[in-house]
């Protein structure tokens, strides 16, 4: 490997010669400022915050330049600080500095960075875009007030999920990022998958908040309020507290949510073991009886609006199962309704979710059960924090408690639903039992894990080759899909995950989601579904319990009526 050796603040450092400034200052502990560089994305250096001086006195981009024999750096001299002062005045002059009411109050790039440089307000003359907000869909609010122009969601939207609901418009003064022809994001193709949000370094973008809503069911005494919590918020949560991301702080959140006021906490889990058992079976009738496949899981609210609106002639290749949180929804108006002998009116049902495209879902017409909305609500991760912090609970000297019953026994396979990969997994190893009445050599399916778009696995069932993808991130899901559009598909079922990294890596979940945070947070996945003592989904006692008081048979007629749904084309440009 070719190095290259120049100085930095008088510190002499060795590093590769394809290394930019940016990335050689980090070796030493030295701390640039940036805005529009994220760790993840391409670089885009312009911002021109990140400017840093050469021996020659002239000012460069340390996230584009790369390092140079000899070269000698300074990052705060006169001229650094003075100049990145001036563009952060510019930025400001264009910015929305009501902080107080903005969501990302405290945790805005921006913020910090006036922090840092002591600027609480510019000197330039103010032109703020005095745009309206955007509150046209149930998941995501854009403030184009706030928009500080980095273009961070641009590429994720276009490059990254290749939905391209956000474009540029116009230029210079002019130049704002926004749906293509001023429309809202309800009037496009928006899958409503949050990846925007969790890159927006400002307040532009943000989830629709529905504390304001859950609190007020709390606080009213005639409504039962309960609470699911999906696999990933498990190992994610924690990080708003100061914890390592991929900690499991599951027995925390549930007793935080049990001070809010709820009054039950149950585990998504659980009805992931429940999608596992009824989309395996789907999977089992389509191979035995000539039905459509590929078969594609239908998990992803995002994924789901993604092929909905992009590929709808696939859609008889989708899983009519319902997500694990409409699973979960439509027991908690029918079945817990029935045993615990309250009127499904009465149910508040809240999903803890890292995603924000299940805001959405949950709004979808035919998620309800009879007249009755299957989940009430939705809190990403970030909106459980924010509401846990509001009430003053100190998350972080909570003892652990237990999830209650009915629906509080869940395998490892159903824990694994919130990492790319785990799907799969989890179906294969209830589906090779049944069809084989044996065990999986070994649970551990390897090549389904890890953060690569695209991931295939193969399994030996008797004589039966079948051969899996696993898919995430929508860019990857458009390749498969164009391979089964043209009849060249080799797989038999593919998991879709809409988000890089799969759920862990969801539009809701708390910022700072960079691939190391994701491969961390996977990890704690992992971990718990290795120390389950149940890890197949079909021996989840709870789960033979409801289908022998309830349910009666996978992909039975009560099974389909409560558990499994439509999809239809809804292109909107």
Known sequence: MNTCSLEINNIEVTVPSNFTILQATKKIGISIPTLCYHPDQKVKANCRICLVENQNGKLLTACST?????????THSKLVRDTQ???LQLILANHDQNCLKCSRNGKCELQKLCEIFNISKTNLHEVVDCTTQDLSNHSIIRDQSKCIKCNRCIEMCQEVQTVAALSHAHRSTKYSITPAYNKSLAETNCVFCGQCVSVCPVGALREREEIDNVMDA??????????????????????EFGFAPGLNCEGKLVSALKQVGFDKIFDTNFTADLTIIEEGHELINRLKNNGVLP???SCSPGWINFIEAFYPNLLPHLSTCKSPQQMFGALSKSYYASKMGIPPEKIFTVSIMPCTAKKHEAKREEMHYKEYREVDAVLTTRETAKLIKSLSINFNNLTTDNFD???GISSGAGAIFGASGGVMEA????????????????????????????????VMIDSLELKGAVVNGLKNARYILEQIQSGECPYTFIEVMCCPGGCIGGGGQPFGSTAEVRKERIDGIYSIDNNSTIRRSHKNPLILQLYDDFLIEPNGKKSHELLHTFYYPHDKE
């Open 427 to 458: 179906a294969l190893r209830s589906v090779y039992e049944i069809l084989t009445e044996t065990e999986l050599d070994d649970l551990n399916i390897s090549s389904a894990r890890g953060l690569d778009g695209i991931k295939e696995v193969t």
């Open 405 to 407: 019953a009915p629906f």
């Open 85 to 87: 002062k001036g563009v």
């Open 66 to 74: 790369l390092v140079q024999e000899g070269m000698r750096i300074k």
């Open 218 to 239: 709390i606080y009213n005494p005639d409504i039962h309020v309960i609470a699911q919590i999906a696999p990933a918020v498990r190992v994610s949560i924690g990080e």
């Open 295 to 297: 078969m594609l899981t």
